[in-house]
């Protein structure tokens, strides 16, 4: 996908439409985390996912509200 965010597809007429649901991998990448750590971010109860059969996919909308619940406003010592 050159020239295009890996949060967007093309749709039928072209125009760029942003990505809503992440694989685990996706999701993984985007918050700078393994794939094994982002399963248990799921499996603990802290980041909602979306099944349809086997497959899992994670909200772009909840990986927001996950880094913005987890932020620190203390000085780093």
């Known amino acids: ?8 597809v093309s749709g039928v007429s072209g125009v760029r ?14 918050l700078g985390r393994t ?5 248990e971010l799921i499996w603990k109860g802290h980041l909602p996912s979306v099944k349809v059969g086997r497959r899992v996919h994670l ?11 987890h932020k620190v406003l203390e000085p780093l010592l």
């Open 59 to 69: 909200d772009y909308n909840d990986l927001n509200q996950f880094v913005d619940r």
């Open 35 to 39: 794939a094994w750590s982002v399963r």
């Open 17 to 30: 439409i942003p990505k809503r649901l992440y694989t685990i991998e996706e999701a993984a990448f985007y």
């Open 1 to 8: 996908m050159t020239g295009q965010r890996k949060s967007e």
